[in-house]
């Protein structure tokens, strides 16, 4: 039986592609570099917001003081603009309210940075009670390393098989691998079910309510 359910964040319990394409976008604009359409978004997200921008910057400009500089431009109106145009999936308040009721504890572990992660889990699931919510710390390897997994397991106090982690990219597939936990991918985020399929997670849904303990 399991006993915790761990979320990624970006494309598996929101659909943020449109605010964070907008003000990386107004980043990259405000230094001079081209922009891209909202479409091309789901492929550059994933792996942590200065990655993010390494792929968004042209060729030839992929510097780290680039990545610094429109990092400096994105965070400002990311904090002001990330819950503009994003929202929950179908079916995601419902679950976790499930969830809840029958005393499994949810966490959320994500590549974003963590002000803004802690921000929309509170704005978006204001009565869902979270034993952690991570996000990219300082000092921490992003996913898909474990460690975000195993600090979560701490605070749970669950032992690894009695915990389902649950996302929508190859990255979070390859996260739950290497924690050793239970994985189900979702096909409704940002990535292909190829990705996913690429991986042999344990579970793939296509619908919240497909999710099952």
């Known amino acids: 039986m399991k006993k ?10 929101l659909n943020t592609i449109a605010d964070l394409a907008a003000s990386t976008n107004h980043a ?5 570099f081209p922009t891209h359409d909202t479409a091309a978004y789901p492929f550059m997200v994933g792996n942590g917001i200065n990655k993010l ?3 968004a910057l042209p060729e030839g400009e992929k510097t780290e003081d680039n990545i610094r500089r429109v990092r400096q431009a994105f965070v400002p109106h990311y904090d002001a ?19 809840q009721s029958q005393g499994i504890q949810l966490a959320v572990a994500s590549n974003k940075y963590q002000a803004a992660t802690e921000k929309l ?4 699931f204001p009565h ?15 996913k898909p390393d474990p460690t975000i997994v195993f600090d979560i397991l701490r605070i749970a106090n669950v032992s690894k098989d009695e915990v389902l982690y649950v996302g929508d990219s190859g990255v979070d ?8 936990v239970t994985s189900c991918g979702v096909t409704w985020g940002f990535r292909p079910r190829a990705e996913l399929e690429a991986l042999h997670p344990d579970y793939i849904v296509d619908k919240a309510e497909e999710i099952h303990l």
């Open 4 to 13: 915790l359910v761990i979320f990624d964040l970006d494309g598996t319990l």
């Open 81 to 99: 603009h990330n819950a503009d145009a994003s929202s929950p999936y179908p079916g995601i308040p419902e679950l976790l309210h499930t969830l």
């Open 121 to 124: 889990v509170a704005h978006y």
């Open 173 to 180: 597939m390859q996260t739950a691998i290497n924690a050793g």
């Open 28 to 32: 990259l604009a405000s230094l001079g």
């Open 53 to 55: 921008f390494e792929r």
């Open 128 to 142: 869902i009670t979270f034993t952690a919510v991570f996000g990219q710390r300082e000092g921490i390897n992003v």
